[in-house]
Nanobody, 114 residues
Framework: QVQLVESGGGLVQAGGSLRLSCAASGSFRINAMGWYRQAPGKQRELVATITSIGGRVYADSVKGRFTISRDNAKNLVYLQMNSLKPEDTAVYLC?????????WGQGTQVTVSS
């Protein structure tokens, strides 16, 4: 079993920045980690993911603005979000893959005002 706890969400004006953090705890080796988001009335979508050796994938909508990173020793994953736009408003959920299963955090709200 793996538990994920996110932090760092909040309210920010358009053009601002936020940094999300997610800590994973458990007995399994963590493989990929990353972030999804879900806005009201919309499907959950991938924001960014990072493998255990640093391979990164970003959604086209966040390329050049968001950066994902991780600390393997501490099972932490970060999402640095710059140049935020109102359309980035969503609940951001941390996930990880371990022991052939995906685990999810409870989510943290990010609200970008125009």
């Amino acid at each position: 079993q793996v538990q994920l706890v996110e932090s760092g969400g909040g309210l920010v004006q358009a053009g601002g920045s936020l940094r999300l953090s997610c800590a994973a705890s458990g007995s399994f080796r963590i493989n990929a980690m990353g972030w999804y988001r879900q806005a009201p009335g919309k499907q959950r979508e991938l924001v960014a993911t990072i493998t255990s050796i640093g391979g990164r994938v970003y959604a086209d909508s966040v390329k050049g603005r968001f950066t994902i990173s991780r600390d393997n020793a501490k099972n932490l994953v970060y999402l640095q979000m710059n140049s935020l736009k109102p359309e980035d408003t969503a609940v951001y959920l941390c996930y990880c893959n371990a022991a052939k299963s995906n685990y999810w955090g409870q989510g943290t709200q990010v609200t970008v005002s125009s």
